[in-house]
Every structure is written in structure tokens, then in C-alpha cells.
């Protein structure tokens, strides 16, 4: 049994975040009158901006969810989209592009988006998130403050 | 009571066998290749390093670094040319893991196929035996 197919066997927890979700919307709504400064905007380092010049094609851009599930709570899910859907939120920076929907971008406001490189793996992160309480240690899950 | 006894011992002696054969670690294909690119830029380094920390939700991750000396305690696997050693206390869990190496757009990574491992974290990182 290899660790991926543990992985794709651990159901999602995606009832916790619709229990989750109703109140943090509500809370983000009451805030949305505010102007949006940096707060509201998600960067993107560097080595994120290369590598995304590197691996997309033609439109493609970048997407950032987050998903129910992972050991604390919500994790990241990153995948390479060409369709910019209503709700969208589209992040450029030296041509590359990072689009959030709006019901994860009240997860990862304020945040960056990096692509670290390590012997062992390379692979795009959401570093310093605002909205994140703690994570477990390899970066892939978080749970949110309240 | 004879009988029994003969019984005992082919056990014993077929158990015993069976230890030595089981490779202490293996390496795929894809996993050999990624080795000798990253060690080719570096002639210093005589291969990787697999060591265990505890980290993760689940209690232990492993970790890996270049290397230039053999440790006294390290355990040496040469396949195809490329060498890893992997320390001693990662060797109990290692027993029996095929190293691979999964490349995508999105991310690259060497994945541990651990025939050891009761559990992981929901992203893999992490594991307890």
C-alpha cells in the first residue's frame, strides 16, 4: 500500500468545512466594506513568479483552493487551470497569475504563494498565512483562527 | 515429539533466511536517475543521506541530504551506480521501502513505498509504525 494510495483512501472531512464556512463568510462579509489593501491580496514570491513562466502554457495559470481535510483541519490544493470562473480573484505579478475563488481566498488572504525547492521535494506553498493558526509541520494542512 | 521438533527447526532455519534476502532498500527506476542528476554537479558528494526525525502530525518524517563520508553507523545501498546510506535510526522503518521518485508540472518528490507504515497524515509526509 504506498503512501499515495493511503492518502487518495483518507476521506475528506468536507462536512467540517461547511460547518466551518457559513460563519467565517459571515464574518468576512461584515469586513468587506473595508478597502481592500494589501490585506486582501495574496503575493507571490520569486521563485513562485519563475517557476509558473516555466510550467504554464499558452493561458494557463495557476489555482489555489482550499479544501476540507488534513490533519488540522483545511489544506491547500494547487492545480493548473485556463478557466476564470464569476467568483474568481486573479493575483498577477511578472506575468504570472494565481486565481483564488472567493470562498478560499477568505482562507488565504494576506498570505504568499512560493515555490520551495528541497532535496527531498519541490512543490508550490502558501507561506505566512494571516488566517492560518497552526499547520502541521510539512506546510500542506492548517486550521484557522477564529 | 521428534516429529514436532523437526517441524520447529525448519521454521526457524526458513525464517532466518528469509531475513537476509529482504533488501533493505530498493530503488526504482526514476528514483536511480533523479540520483545521479543531482549528484553530478556535485563530484564532492559521494550520494544521498535518508535520515527519520520526529516531525509531522504523525510522529516521524524522513529527510534527505547530500553527503561525503560513509557514517560509522550508516547502512550503504548501491544500485545502479548510485549509493545512499541511510542512517541508523531510519533503518528500522525502512526495512523492506522501495524509493521512488514522482515528477508532475505542479510539484517532484521522492515517495517512500513503506511496507512498514500502520498510518500517515492526510497529506503523506508524515507516518507512525
Redesign the interface.
Given at each position: 500500500?504506498?503512501?499515495?494510495a493511503?492518502?487518495a483512501v483518507?476521506p475528506r472531512r468536507s462536512g467540517r468545512l461547511l460547518a466551518v464556512f457559513p460563519r467565517l463568510l459571515t464574518r468576512w462579509e461584515t469586513t468587506s466594506s473595508i478597502p481592500e489593501a494589501g490585506e486582501g491580496q495574496i503575493r507571490l514570491t520569486d521563485s513562485c513568479v519563475q517557476r509558473l513562466l516555466e510550467?504554464t502554457e499558452g493561458s494557463e495559470f495557476l489555482r489555489l483552493q482550499v479544501e476540507g481535510?488534513?490533519?488540522?483541519g483545511f489544506?491547500y490544493k494547487?492545480?493548473?487551470d485556463t478557466v476564470i470562473n464569476p467568483d474568481d480573484r486573479v493575483f498577477e505579478q511578472g506575468g504570472a497569475r494565481v486565481v483564488v475563488d472567493s470562498d478560499s481566498l477568505a482562507f488565504v488572504k494576506g498570505a504568499q504563494v512560493d515555490f520551495s525547492q528541497e532535496?527531498?521535494?519541490?512543490?508550490?506553498q502558501v507561506l505566512n498565512n494571516p488566517q492560518a493558526q497552526q499547520g502541521?509541520?510539512?506546510g500542506?494542512?492548517f486550521s484557522v483562527k477564529v | 515429539m521428534s516429529a514436532s521438533l523437526v517441524r520447529a527447526t525448519v521454521w526457524a532455519v526458513s525464517k532466518r533466511k528469509l531475513q537476509p534476502t529482504r533488501a533493505a532498500l530498493t530503488l526504482t527506476p526514476s528514483a536511480v536517475n533523479k540520483i545521479k542528476q543531482l549528484l553530478k554537479d556535485k563530484p564532492e558528494h559521494v550520494g544521498l543521506k535518508v535520515g527519520v526525525r520526529t516531525r509531522g502530525c504523525n510522529g516521524l518524517s524522513y529527510s534527505l541530504e547530500y553527503t561525503k563520508t560513509k557514517g560509522d553507523s550508516d547502512e550503504e545501498v548501491i544500485q545502479d551506480g548510485v549509493r545512499v546510506f541511510i542512517e541508523k535510526k531510519a533503518q528500522l522503518t525502512l526495512l523492506g521501502t522501495e524509493m521512488d521518485y514522482v515528477e508532475d508540472k505542479l510539484s517532484s518528490e521522492f515517495v517512500f513505498n513503506n511496507p512498514n507504515i500502520k498510518g500517515t497524515c492526510g497529506c503523506g509526509e508524515s507516518f507512525h509504525v
Open positions: 500500500l504506498t503512501a499515495e493511503v492518502r483518507i510550467i481535510g488534513g490533519c488540522s489544506q494547487f492545480s493548473l532535496l527531498i521535494r519541490s512543490s508550490f502541521c509541520s510539512c500542506s494542512s | -
